[in-house]
């Protein structure tokens, strides 16, 4: 029997809509999911944006005010997709009011803030999910797979990159991203997460980093009206940026294991250039986000010369099956959110956590601060979560 489940998303920038479009399009690619969700109630601070996202996705009611999607009944789970010092507040009251939450990632600004949501969630009860939404590429799936079962070996060493350039422009506006008190660690919270994330799900937990960060942009004009995502501005004032556009950090595994991961919000040339190189005692796996269903692979037992080959995901890795009958049909970054929404509603209904956790979120939010606390001291620094 199909059941409702009352949706509410939280933000209404280009996040919001990404996470509206995933919940539309769940039951077609999922139709085995009994719960099935409605659009109920949206909010965002901007004068008109709430009203315009009812309008175009369906929406029941618009709001200005996130409080007053917190004390409606109607709304059983939500999307967080406010900005980054927001997140503690908002996902707190949403868990304390009995929701289930899907937030963003970096969840807050330090690991204070994402372990204050995941306490809520866990005293509520509700169940919680981030927004590591690279983990769910089918081709991901299969390297994870592939490195459990011991086909490349033991794992020694991993590169993990993260390069873009959407803050690359000059005339890129001060929006809250590049302040330390709204948007937190700047490239670690908006890209170095992802990593961190990626670095877990395929290796295993890190036991101590070093990192160098650095600032490329020192000044933006400030914006002169609302903004939404990487707005360009001229003519505002100007301001300081007061957070990283740069982090390159050795990291070290429990299981021994060495690694590099570097992100750039300013890598001119470089768009969504993001991917991983693991390397192990016979073989190795490569990824590249631009060519999202190839995984490279080479294993075997020449060791020397060995050569690399290239897998086709399809059905039978991750959840391709869900959106493409045959390998080598592309998917797309939306894809990976529809994903991530339908293992959160899964979660909601079978009680039990699919994909990311908020204990992930801490997890990653511990190696962030680690990597500004590194940095900030020249040296070697064990996460503590």
Known sequence: MVSRLGVAVVGFGWMGRVHTQAYVRVPHHFPQLSLRPELVAVADDVPGRAEEAAGRYGFATAVRDWREIAADPRVHAVSIAAPN???????????????????????GLTVEDARAVADAVTKAGVRGTVGFNYRNAPAVAAARELIASGDIGTVTHVRIRLLSDYAAHPEGALTWRYERERGGGGVLGDLASHGVDLARFLVGEIESLAADTAVFIPERARPTSATAGHTRATGGAPGPVENEDYVNCLLRFASGARGVLEACRVSVGEQNNYGFEIHGTRGAVFWDFRRMGELRISRGTTYQDQPVSTLHVGPGHGEYAAFQPGAANAMGYDDLKVIEAYHFLRSVEEGTAYGPTLDDAVHSAAALDAMSGSAERRGWVSPVV
């Open 85 to 107: 010092f927001l997140h503690r507040e908002i996902g707190v009251a949403m868990a304390e009011a009995g929701k289930h939450i899907w937030i963003e990632k970096p969840v």
